[in-house]
């Protein structure tokens, strides 16, 4: 957190720091204009004090101008200070961006792979060096910065004498700032040479392995393809001795069967020799039937298999086959189910919006119905204030042409006095009613008096010659102006309907329009800006010229006047003698012999105001050159935003003529897809009829329903018979316990009686013999 708010709380007081050193210059430059301008006037003045106490003001006032010149050195060195101050720090923290490692390396370059192995640990310590490092930098600015105002030390001037501050050099901290960045970066490129042949020196221990490893694999790779060769080698040649021993079975198979052969050929052998012998052939030909019957077998039973296994397969590709056609007789009739669903919601999502489209059509008009009577309204009641204006107008403008007629007849002589003296009490109110409407009302008299010559309508020449009633409006121009502000409404509201209609068509278009309308009104107010602050300082660049050519001049006047002193006293003297008196004579006897050598001051400000003037027509040169450069680019943009004005009307006509054109596409293709949709539909339905009557006919169903009446009935006699015999053996469980029950109970009643019968006659026994 503390990492992450540094930069913020940096750039306040830096902001801060920069509006104070701004307010201190600013107050520092009056200061030193205000010290020069009394110089001069101190030094040019053409009257002397009327006090006895010149002496001591022209000390106190030299002492004001020296502590001044001590402040704006202080003030200058201080800035100097804090300039390099940040520069250098800028520098430090580019260096520390450079290498971040480096504060941690610089403090503990021993322990740093025990203490920040974790990358957290690293990041924690950085951020506490650099608040460390703006602590040090603020507490740093702190200590260069003044403490006291430039009046707090005048006064303390004038009261303990004259007490100069004493400011730190500037050129020590900057020597050892310097050495201090010069050996950090000489310790930053030893770091990161190590650094370098370390990761270098990883690199290569990492490929040697690397190349270990991969030997390593292709050996066993190796060994593996020599065992799999060697295996292969064996099996061959258990394969070949498997072979070789078969041929020598059956080559000594065919010699015994040979030897058998010549065995049996004839040979005098006695009768019972030769029964046994025909008894052992007629077996070995059993033998060898019953083989080859085995053989034929084994034959047959491979073949069967065979084809079993073929069959097996076809009929399992059929089953598949059948599968398949069953599932996509389904998808299909799945399909057309989805595609009627989907036609009925689309009809029902087109209804829907003909009703909304319908019913903010019906809101737009209602809008604008009475938009218009609230504008009929409105231009109903200013038409009736307009006229009750000009009746008044009109009326007042009757009364004045009596009042003209009547003071006219008045100057020749034809009405009475007794008409005279009432005539005024009657024009009194009216020019006061005259005066009030002229006020409120403002009319013209050039729109009034139209009937008069040319002659008395004349236009004002010069400014003082304009009065409120040339500034006032006319009856024209007010009816010009609400028919203009009328037409401007009535346009707006049009506008407003047009766009209220047409919003969910060129939205984006629009937006596009506003943006690049206020992008442009602001590229128009920004370049007013620079023409204001153009204009703020050539005016300021103006005034300075104006004050050095006043001063160069009045330079020049008091360089002239010795010359006219020296050449005839008397001359001078004689008009000014009775003018002035006695006790300023001599004030400018020696003003005029002070003025003889000219003051070094004078000539700083002649150079300054010379330096002024070759640095005024610099920059006039420089901004007649920018003015030509930006007429240029103005000239050129307003090229370019023409083209672009133009391509962008031809762009938009040739998107309207594409929408027009895929709009008719989309209509053509609704259409389509919607006959094809009705197409598919119908024959979905006939396929759906056909396979319901062919497949899915009535005899199934019925099978079915007679299947199922069937098992219902045989469930529910199942379900009668099991609740039968569940009811009946509980009952029978329950009347055995009960039984069960009342004859335990019965035996127990009568144990009970026996004993108690016992029991009393033991009891008479007992009483009898007592007696």
């Keep these: 957190m503390a990492s992450s708010g540094q930069p913020f709380r940096l750039k306040g007081l830096l902001s801060n720091k920069a509006s104070v050193k701004k307010k201190d210059t600013d107050q520092w430059r009056k200061r030193v204009l205000k010290a020069s301008e009394f110089a001069v006037s101190e030094v040019f003045s053409h009257k002397k ?231 052992s052939h007629q077996q070995l030909e059993q033998n060898i039937q019953t083989l080859i019957h085995m053989s034929k077998l084994k034959c047959l039973h491979r073949h069967f298999s065979g084809w079993h296994s073929v069959v097996l397969d076809k009929k399992l590709c059929m089953d598949k086959v059948v599968a398949l056609c069953n599932w996509r007789r389904r998808l299909k009739a799945w399909q057309a189910w989805r595609s009627l669903v989907w036609a009925a919601h689309r009809q029902r999502e087109v209804a829907r919006t003909e009703e909304a489209l319908r019913k903010e059509n019906r809101q737009t008009q209602l809008a604008a119905e009475s938009d218009r009577r609230r504008l009929l309204r409105r231009c109903l009641g200013e038409w009736q204030l307009w006229c009750r204006t000009e009746k008044a107008r009109r009326e007042l403008f009757a009364r004045q042409q009596e009042t003209k007629e009547k003071m006219a007849a008045v100057s020749v002589g034809k009405l009475t006095v007794a008409e005279n003296s009432a005539d005024p009490l009657k024009t009194a109110p009216l020019e006061e009613m005259g005066h009030h409407l002229s006020d409120t009302y403002a009319p013209d008299p050039l729109a009034v008096h139209q009937d008069k010559p040319s002659g008395t309508d004349f236009l004002p020449s010069q400014p003082w010659q304009v009065t409120r009633r040339h500034v006032a409006p006319t009856a024209a121009e007010l009816l010009e102006a609400r028919r203009i502000a009328e037409s401007g409404v009535l346009a707006s509201k049009t506008r407003t309907v047009s766009s209220s209609a047409g919003r969910f068509e060129n939205r984006h278009a629009v937006q596009q329009q506003i943006i690049m309308q206020q992008r442009k009104l602001l590229k128009e107010q920004q370049e007013q800006i620079t023409r204001l602050k153009e204009k703020q300082s050539m005016m300021g660049l103006e005034l300075e010229m104006e004050k050095t050519s006043q001063l160069t001049q009045l330079s020049v006047l008091r360089g002239s006047r010795p010359m006219s002193c020296s050449v005839d006293p008397k001359e001078q003297r004689a008009p000014t003698a009775p003018a002035e008196p006695d006790s300023q004579k001599e004030p400018s006897r020696k003003a005029v012999s002070r003025q003889t050598c000219p003051h070094p001051i004078i000539t700083a400000m002649e150079a300054r105001a010379r330096r002024r003037a070759e640095q005024r027509k610099e920059i006039e040169e420089l901004k007649r050159k920018k003015e030509e450069t930006k007429l240029a680019e103005m000239k050129a943009a307003e090229e370019q935003r023409q083209r672009e004005e133009e391509e962008e009307k031809r762009q938009a006509a040739e998107r309207k003529m594409e929408e027009k054109r895929l709009e008719r596409q989309r209509e053509e293709e609704k259409q389509r897809q919607r006959e094809r949709y009705q197409e598919l539909m119908r024959l979905a339905h006939q396929h759906y009829n056909t396979t319901l009557l062919s497949r899915r006919g009535l005899v199934p169903w019925k099978r079915l329903i007679q299947l199922k009446q069937a098992s219902v009935e045989l469930a529910e006699n199942y379900h009668r018979l099991n609740v039968l015999k569940r009811c009946i053996l509980g009952w029978q469980q329950h009347t055995r316990e009960s039984v069960s029950e009342k004859e335990a109970r019965a035996d127990r009643f009568y144990q009970r009686f026996l004993l108690q019968r016992s029991l009393n006659c033991w009891k008479i026994v007992c009483t009898h013999t007592h007696t």
């Design 49 to 279: 004090t009327h006090s006895g106490n010149s002496r001591l003001a022209a000390p106190l006032q030299s002492l004001d101008q020296f502590t001044d010149h001590d402040d704006a050195y202080s003030e200058a060195q201080a800035l100097l200070g804090d300039w390099l101050g940040t520069k250098l720090r800028l520098e430090l923290e580019m260096d520390d961006e450079d290498d971040p490692r480096n504060t941690a390396e610089n403090t503990q370059p021993a322990a740093f792979a025990h203490n920040y192995s974790n990358f957290d640990d690293l990041y924690a310590h950085l951020a506490e060096e650099e608040e460390q490092s703006v602590v040090n930098s603020f507490l740093q600015n702190l200590t260069e910065q003044e403490l006291l105002d430039s009046r707090m030390v005048e006064e303390l001037s004038l009261s303990d004498g004259e007490i100069r501050k004493k400011f730190i050099n500037p050129v020590v901290t900057m020597e050892a700032r310097h050495q201090q960045v010069r050996e950090n970066r000489l310790r930053r490129d030893a770091e990161r040479k190590k650094q370098l042949m370390e990761k270098e020196a990883r690199k290569e221990a990492k490929r040697r392995e690397w190349e270990e490893e991969m030997k390593k694999k292709q050996e066993e790779c190796r060994e593996e393809k020599m065992v799999q060769k060697e295996m292969m080698k064996l099996r061959r040649q258990m394969e070949e001795r498997r072979g070789l021993e078969r041929r020598v079975r059956q080559r000594g198979r065919e010699q015994e069967v040979q030897k058998e052969v010549r065995s049996a050929q004839p040979i005098p052998i006695p009768p019972t020799k030769q029964k046994h012998l025909k008894e």
